[in-house]
C-alpha cells in the first residue's frame, strides 16, 4: 500500500502544470524621431543669405564672406538639386564668376584674379559670393524675400517711400532705379568712390519700363547692375 502511495505522488508530480510564461510586452521608444525641418523661406541681408523654416528658425545662414563653393554645396543640401548653371568671364569692372540657379534665386561666386583693379587701388571688400533673387519663389516653391519682407514683384515706390535720399538712386543712362533695403554692420556700409557715398549691402532694383522690384541683390553697391 505504501508503494502505491509513493508511485501515484511521484506521477502527479510528473503531470503537474508549469508555471505560466509572463507575457511579451513590446519595447516602447523613449523618443519619437522628429521629422527634419523644412525650408520655408529665403531671407537675404546685408551680410548673409538665411534659409529659415516656418518658425523662423534658420536651417542655413549664408555669410557672404564665407568660401563660395562650400555655400553651394550647403545650399543644395537644404534647396535641393539646382535647375542650372552659368559663367560669366571677368571685366574691368567685376571678377570671374559662377552662377548656382534653383530658378528664382541664384548663389554667384567670385573668381577673383590677382591682378590689382585698373585704377591701382585695392577693393575695399570682396565678397566670396553674392546672391541675387529674380523672383518671389523658387522653383520648388520656396519664398524669397529680403529681410523686412521685400520681395521680387512688389511695387518699387513702397519699397522706397521714406527712405534717405543717398538710399535711392536712379540709373538716367539705364532707367534702372534701386533702393538699399539693408545695410552691413561688420564691414563699411557706406563707401566712397570717386566723391560719391555709396550704400553697400542688400539691393532691391527696377528695370527700365516697371514700376516693381525685377530683383534683389546682394552683397551690391546701390548702383550696381549686377
Not at 534658420?58 to 557672404?64: E, F, G, H, N, Q
Not at 563660395?68 to 559663367?87: F, N, R, S, W, Y
Not at 585698373?118 to 520648388?140: D, L
Not at 543712362?173 to 566712397?192: C, K, M
Amino acid at each position: 500500500m505504501i508503494a502505491l502511495i509513493v508511485l501515484a505522488g511521484a506521477l502527479s508530480a510528473c503531470t503537474a502544470t508549469p508555471p505560466a510564461t509572463p507575457p511579451t510586452v513590446d519595447p516602447v521608444p523613449s523618443e519619437t524621431a522628429t521629422a527634419a525641418a523644412e525650408p520655408d523661406r529665403i531671407l537675404i541681408g546685408a551680410e548673409s543669405t538665411d534659409v529659415v523654416d516656418a518658425n523662423g528658425n534658420v536651417l542655413l545662414s549664408l555669410r557672404y564672406s564665407e568660401n563660395g563653393d562650400e555655400a553651394v554645396v550647403a545650399a543644395v543640401k537644404i534647396l535641393g538639386e539646382p535647375q542650372g548653371t552659368h559663367h560669366q568671364d571677368g571685366s574691368n569692372h567685376y571678377p570671374e564668376m559662377d552662377g548656382t540657379s534653383w530658378g528664382g534665386f541664384d548663389i554667384v561666386v567670385n573668381r577673383y584674379s590677382s591682378e590689382a583693379m585698373p585704377t591701382g587701388e585695392e577693393r575695399w571688400y570682396k565678397p566670396a559670393f553674392s546672391v541675387q533673387a529674380t523672383a518671389a519663389s523658387t522653383n520648388g516653391g520656396i519664398a524669397i524675400a529680403s529681410v523686412d519682407e521685400i520681395r521680387v514683384g512688389d511695387t518699387f515706390d513702397v519699397a522706397a517711400e521714406g527712405q534717405d535720399t543717398n538710399r535711392v538712386h536712379v540709373d538716367d543712362a539705364f532707367g534702372v532705379r534701386s533702393v538699399a533695403l539693408d545695410l552691413p554692420t561688420s564691414f563699411p556700409g557706406i563707401i566712397a568712390d570717386a566723391g560719391l557715398e555709396l550704400p553697400y549691402g542688400a539691393i532691391a532694383q527696377s528695370d527700365q519700363g516697371s514700376i516693381d522690384i525685377t530683383r534683389i541683390v546682394a552683397p551690391s553697391y546701390l548702383f550696381s547692375l549686377a
